[in-house]
Nanobody
Framework: QVQLVESGGGLVQAGGSLRLSCEFSGGTLSSYSMGWFRQAPGKEREFVATIRRSGGSTYYADSVKGRFTISRDNAKNTVYLQMNSLKPEDTAVYYC????????????????WGQGTQVTVSS
């Protein structure tokens, strides 16, 4: 059974950086497209970034484009989200997601979710 475990969240000041990690087990990471989503209190879970299983193509939500970078290390079975120039509105629980589809852009594309890691950005 596929299992995803996020880590790396925490409290940072606006303008700071964090790198989130997603450890993948129970399958072969290279067979999956991966994504990151986030959910703030009282709001729906929203798309942040995705990386395709083939070619390494990436796509980002407009709100994070130019600030966040998604990457993968298949040898370590790990996906990363590098977050720079953080803003208070980035505060949310961040979730790693796995899919057999060519990309993961909505929650409907997701087969497996991680438990989430809290990111809090103070002003």
């Amino acid at each position: 059974q596929v299992q995803l475990v996020e880590s790396g969240g925490g409290l940072v000041q606006a303008g700071g950086s964090l790198r989130l990690s997603c450890e993948f087990s129970g399958g072969t990471l290279s067979s999956y497209s991966m994504g990151w989503f986030r959910q703030a209190p009282g709001k729906e879970r929203e798309f942040v970034a995705t990386i395709r299983r083939s070619g390494g193509s990436t796509y980002y939500a407009d709100s994070v484009k130019g600030r966040f970078t998604i990457s993968r290390d298949n040898a370590k079975n790990t996906v990363y989200l590098q977050m720079n120039s953080l803003k208070p509105e980035d505060t949310a629980v961040y979730y790693c997601a796995a899919s057999w589809k060519n990309s993961v852009l909505t929650t409907k594309d997701v087969q497996d979710w991680g438990q989430g890691t809290q990111v809090t950005v103070s002003s």
